[in-house]
């Protein structure tokens, strides 16, 4: 262990599945805009009445890789005619409220999931008029698989 770097910071990985919305590239006005997304991830059990459940979370794109991604799938995750799946990563997960500006909750407190979306490794869509089987889905991204890789030093090589 004493040959091993140490870091001063500790990480929260969220690994899922979801639908992905609101793709959107973010102008600011000092330093350069970002792209982000609203993906409701899944939990539960598949096949039972109301047994899959969702999370809204809140992503900002933090890797070039990300924002690649959602630069191939906006245009269909902003359709309201598809619907757009992704296999995610999301780093540093943290609870944040906001007040409902419209509609029947307007006024109301809300709370959403934040994170910063790390990688996409899976990107599906479909045609919200073919059902809600599993059936035609069509996969339109997929992380690449890292042929040459080597394994990591640990520093205890001789």
Known sequence: MSNQSTSNFINLHTTGI??????????VRKGPAFFAASISAMF????VKDGVQYVPYDVKAVSEQAEQVLQLIQADANDQNKRVMVRFN?????????KHQSGA?????????????????????????????QAGWNLVYELPKQQDEQPAKTGTEG
Do not use: C, Q
């Open 18 to 27: 979801g639908y992905i919305r609101r793709v959107r590239n973010v102008p």
């Open 44 to 47: 539960g059990e598949k096949g």
């Open 90 to 98: 999301i780093g540093d997960a943290y609870i944040d409220s906001f």
């Open 105 to 133: 909750r307007a006024g109301e407190t809300g709370l959403t999931m934040k994170g910063r979306l790390l990688y996409v490794t899976h990107a599906w869509v479909k045609n919200k008029n073919d059902g809600d089987d």
